[in-house]
């Protein structure tokens, strides 16, 4: 065969939840959500958790039947393959009580005669998943730097006296500093005569308020009303992967344009897709990957040779 057993069951996976290998086991497909791992903080992609389950040894057809399509052979050489294949792994886990098939994962023979599989994490066989790779999520430290502050500077206040008197020569200093906050923009000359007798104030010294603050006349101004102006933010557009199905490449445009028209002609939306030196005739394009797989899956009964590019 031109593709070996593994990648046929491998192919499978990505558009089936149960790929039986006959006489020797069946792969079951769990489709798990999106996760967050609270302790380390990386965020897990949509994601198919594989399970073995060596109970599921009769034949559906649906491997066979798909190694046939796909190599152009009969299914009862198919069938003689695969059946050769399931013969050789299960006598080499028997021998050396660990298997590993490529793309799928690791199996250890138990000492009761059990199988323990463990799926391998190179490949995500979720649809859902593609593109996305797992990422480490950062928290978000909101800092709250007002609060702390007026909490030592309360606590600053206990901390150096209990006396009453003390209280009221502070609240002297916050109280006009409230006020001051809502002072209008014309009275700027006695806000900054009022901060710089202020500047020099401790208000545990024992000095009295009223002889270092002079009368201010206090005038409230009303609020500005501002006009908030929306503006239309444009979409962040994330550029979509296109597939398309290879019907075949060619060096000399004059054959690839043979191919084209042939295919123009069995009404399939086929385009010229440039590449180095090459140049690809597509059967067709897709923005969904999903789509891409399930048509190549029907062209390839057609043509094995064709194949899915990725731009």
Known sequence: MNKTVEHYISELLFLHDCVILPNFGGFVGNPQSAEL???????SPPSKQILFNANLKTN???????????????????????????TKITNKLTSSKVLR?????LFTLGKEGNIIFLQDSVNNYSL????????????????????EKVAATIQNIRTQSNNPRVFLRAAAIIIPLIALSYISITQQDKINNVYTQMASLNP???SIIAEVIPE??????ATPIVEII?????????????????????????????????LKKWDYNTELVPGGNL?????????????????????KQENSAAWLLTQ
């Open 216 to 221: 201010v006349k206090i005038e409230f101004a």
């Open 204 to 206: 545990f010294e024992n």
């Open 279 to 299: 140049l690809r005739v597509s059967y067709n394009s897709f923005t969904n990957k999903a789509d891409a797989l399930i048509a190549l899956h029907e062209i």
């Open 37 to 43: 791992n609270k302790t380390t903080g990386m965020l």
């Open 101 to 105: 098939i490529d793309k799928i994962g």
């Open 128 to 147: 859902d998943s593609f593109g996305m790779k797992a990422t480490q999520n950062k928290a978000v430290l909101r800092e709250t730097i007002i609060e």
């Open 230 to 262: 929306e503006e239309d933010i444009a979409p962040i557009k994330i550029p979509q992967k296109t597939y398309y199905i290879i019907a075949g490449a060619f060096s000399k445009k004059k054959n690839a344009n043979k191919m084209l028209a042939k």
């Open 60 to 86: 559906d057809g649906l491997l066979i039947t798909h190694i046939s399509n796909q190599e152009g052979i009969t299914q009862e050489v198919a069938k003689n393959e695969v059946d050769n294949y399931a």
